[in-house]
T-cell receptor, first 112, second 112 residues
Framework: GEDVEQSLFLSVREGDSSVINCTYTDSSSTYLYWYKQEPGAGLQLLTYIFSNMDMKQDQRLTVLLNKKDKHLSLRIADTQTGDSAIYFCAETAYSSASKIIFGSGTRLSIRP | NAGVTQTPKFQVLKTGQSMTLQCAQDMNHEYMSWYRQDPGMGLRLIHYSVGAGITDQGEVPNGYNVSRSTTEDFPLRLLLAAPSQTSVYFC???????????FGPGTRLTVL
């Protein structure tokens, strides 16, 4: 079945870049997403990438996709305290066209 | 637009009680879904609906019922609450399963 895995925690210094990694198992994945969850709130879509793309950049966010290794990453440049949140990787796939599969989330904490 | 609304925000139940978690959206989205979020386990799909009158099971459907009599509403019913159902529940909607999901603020449920 489909599976999406992420490390649970990441700590970075304010102003540095954060790189959050994700691996997935379904080779038929079509869309891959990054969602952000701030404390006490629901999830908000940050960005997404189609499976036929290698990279997508959106201001401070850069998404890299390695289809061969089934590896997705989110880079946040110049990390700020407001970036503290849980970041979820998610995918949809042809094999389960009506479902989005989420990873367990990576908690990003920022140290001064 | 109010987006996706969920009620109640908090609820405490005793084992064996039943209740309904309400979810509504005013964006005319066809796709709606319920997730539960538990520490270290990310979001797990409970049930989803691709349109009025159509529902299907997700990853963890046992102990929950849903119905979709209108496009706007997608209530989640707990028939006989159990402590294992203590969790935070999120409702989400989108135009289709592969489109951006909009999440409600969540319902924190405790079953004693």
């Amino acid at each position: 079945g489909e599976d999406v895995e992420q490390s649970l925690f990441l700590s970075v210094r304010e102003g540095d870049s954060s790189v959050i990694n994700c691996t997935y198992t379904d080779s038929s994945s079509t869309y891959l997403y990054w969602y952000k969850q701030e404390p006490g709130a629901g999830l908000q879509l940050l960005t997404y990438i189609f499976s036929n793309m290698d990279m997508k950049q959106d201001q401070r966010l850069t998404v890299l996709l390695n289809k061969k290794d089934k590896h997705l990453s989110l880079r946040i440049a110049d990390t700020q305290t407001g970036d503290s949140a849980i970041y979820f990787c998610a995918e949809t796939a042809y094999s389960s066209a009506s479902k989005i599969i989420f990873g367990s989330g990576t908690r990003l904490s920022i140290r001064p | 637009n109010a987006g996706v609304t969920q009620t109640p925000k908090f609820q405490v139940l005793k084992t064996g009680q039943s209740m309904t978690l309400q979810c509504a959206q005013d964006m005319n989205h066809e796709y709606m879904s319920w997730y539960r979020q538990d520490p270290g386990m990310g979001l797990r799909l409970i049930h989803y609906s691709v349109g009025a009158g159509i529902t299907d099971q997700g990853e963890v459907p046992n102990g929950y019922n849903v119905s979709r009599s209108t496009t706007e509403d997608f209530p989640l019913r707990l028939l006989l609450a159990a402590p294992s159902q203590t969790s935070v529940y999120f409702c989400a909607s989108s135009y289709g399963a592969k489109d951006t999901q909009y999440f409600g603020p969540g319902t924190r449920l405790t079953v004693l």
